[in-house]
């Protein structure tokens, strides 16, 4: 199995693989083919500990691309967020998420996407 997709814990939960395909269907269609592809990457960054190795500073960046017929990863649609924690206070950079693919608007892929932060 390739590295990204083997088991990944934190405290006894699973996390999301660091690189993933997003299948996106129509919120009122699921049993339809998809309506979209997106590539999904997860890094993580552990900034600052405290004495009893804690993570008192962190950051997550979601980046998304979005695949096409004729997928060309310098000109497909894409983009990343950022979030933060400090001290038990998160940030996500901008206040929400916002992706720029109109024919996803609605589809909950925000929401998603949020949610990954979330976790």
Same mark, same amino acid.
């Given at each position: ?5 083997? @088991?990944?814990?934190? !405290?006894?939960? =699973?996390?999301?693989?660091? %690189?993933?395909?997003?299948? /996106?269907?129509?919120?009122? #269609? &699921? ?19 405290? *004495?009893? @190795? ?5 950051? %997550? #960046? &979601?980046?998304?691309?979005? %695949?096409?017929?004729?997928?060309? &990863? #310098?000109?497909?649609? *894409?983009?990343?967020?950022?979030? $933060?924690?400090? !001290? ?6 901008? @206040?929400?998420?916002?992706? !720029? &693919? =109109?024919?996803?608007?609605? *589809?909950? /892929? @925000? $929401? ?5 932060? %979330?976790?």
């Amino acid at each position: 199995m390739l590295p990204s997709f083997e @088991g990944d814990y934190r !405290d006894s939960c =699973p996390i999301s693989p660091k %690189i993933y395909l997003l299948e /996106v269907k129509h919120k009122e #269609r &699921l049993t339809e083919p998809a309506i979209d592809w997106l590539f999904v990457e997860r890094e993580e960054i552990n900034h600052r500990y405290d *004495q009893t @190795g804690s993570v008192k500073e962190a950051s %997550i #960046r &979601l980046y998304f691309s979005e %695949i096409t017929a004729y997928y060309n &990863l #310098r000109s497909s649609p *894409q983009g990343s967020f950022r979030a $933060t924690c400090s !001290d038990n206070e998160v940030s996500l950079t901008g @206040g929400a998420v916002f992706l !720029d &693919l =109109p024919k996803l608007y609605g *589809q909950y /892929v @925000g $929401t998603y996407l949020m949610n990954e932060i %979330i976790k």
